[in-house]
C-alpha cells in the first residue's frame, strides 16, 4: 500500500481535475493525518498507520506562509484558481478553523480576487455552529455524503465518535443550494463483508436525502488512487452515468469524475 501524505501548512499548487490549479491548505500536521473518519478508500491511509508527530500549523503560520507563497505567485504571473483546504485529514478539526477561514478569505481578496476558496469536508462537524457558518463564507463548500445508511457510514467512512446522521443531514439542508455534496461510489469487500454503495438499496435513499437538500452540485466519483483497504474496486463509468442521470432527473447539476 501507498499512501500520499502532504506538507503542512501549503501544497501545490496542484493541477485538479474539478478546480483547476489549486494551491493547498493543509491544516493538519505535515507528518500524519488526524481526521474524524477513517476512510477505508482514503489515499492518506488508515489513521492508526500514518499519526503524526508534529502539531497542527498553528493560524499565524498559515496566515503569513499563504501570504509569502501568494506574493511569490503573483511575482511569477500564475495565480492560482482555487484555494483549497484539504490534505492530510479533516479541515475543520483544527481548533481555529473559522478564524483561518477569514484569513485565507482576506488573502484571497487582496492577491487573487477571482479565485475561490474552497473546502473539502466529511461533514461530520457542520452541527457545530461556528464550523456552519465558517463554512458558508467560502465559495465551494464540498460536504461527504456516501450514503445516508449509516450502517454502510460505520463500516465503509468509519466515524471516530459517534454519528449523528440526522442532525448533519438537517444542516446539509439549511446550506441548500451554497452545497456541493461529492459522493464516492465503489465496489469491493472489507473485514469479510461485501461493500459497494452502487446498489439500490443505496442509491434510492441518497438521491432521496440529495433532492432535499437541494445543493448547486453534485460531484459523485471513484477510486482513483491506491486505496489502504486492499479489495476495493472502482465503479464502473456505465453506473456513474446512470446514478448522474437519475441525480439530473431530480432538477439538479452533477459532474461524473471517472
Not at 477513517?38 to 489515499?43: G, L
Not at 511569490?72 to 482555487?82: F, I, V
Not at 478569505?105 to 469536508?121: H, I, N, Q
Amino acid at each position: 500500500m501507498s499512501t500520499i501524505i502532504f506538507p503542512s501548512p501549503l501544497f501545490g499548487p496542484v493541477h485538479s481535475r474539478r478546480l483547476g490549479i489549486s494551491l493547498g491548505i493543509n491544516v493538519c500536521p505535515g507528518d500524519g493525518k488526524i481526521c474524524s473518519f477513517d476512510c477505508i478508500y482514503c489515499e492518506i491511509g488508515f489513521n492508526a498507520d500514518t499519526r503524526p508527530h508534529q502539531k497542527m500549523p498553528s493560524r499565524g503560520l498559515i496566515r503569513t506562509m499563504l501570504r509569502e507563497k501568494l506574493e511569490e505567485m503573483k511575482a511569477e504571473g500564475k495565480l492560482p484558481d482555487t484555494l483549497t483546504f484539504s490534505g492530510n485529514g479533516e479541515p475543520t478539526g483544527h481548533p481555529e478553523f473559522s478564524e483561518i477561514v477569514d484569513d485565507v478569505l482576506k488573502l484571497r481578496d487582496e492577491y487573487c480576487p477571482k479565485a475561490k476558496v474552497s473546502v473539502l469536508t466529511n461533514a461530520f462537524l457542520i452541527t457545530r455552529q461556528p464550523i456552519f457558518d465558517a463554512l458558508l463564507k467560502v465559495d465551494n463548500a464540498e460536504l461527504k455524503l456516501d450514503t445516508v445508511d449509516e450502517e454502510y457510514i460505520e463500516r465503509v467512512d468509519r466515524p471516530n465518535a459517534a454519528l449523528h446522521l440526522d442532525k448533519i443531514l438537517e444542516a446539509m439542508e439549511r446550506f441548500g443550494n451554497r452545497a456541493i455534496i461529492q459522493t464516492m461510489f465503489l465496489h469491493g469487500s472489507f473485514d469479510g463483508k461485501r461493500v459497494d454503495n452502487v446498489d439500490e438499496k443505496y442509491v434510492g435513499p441518497w438521491l432521496d436525502a440529495v433532492e432535499k437538500i437541494g445543493p448547486r452540485l453534485v460531484t459523485i466519483y471513484t477510486i482513483d488512487r491506491d486505496t489502504p483497504a486492499h479489495d476495493l474496486q472502482k465503479a464502473t463509468h456505465e453506473e456513474l452515468d446512470a446514478i448522474a442521470e437519475r441525480v439530473r432527473a431530480r432538477g439538479l447539476t452533477c459532474q461524473v469524475s471517472y
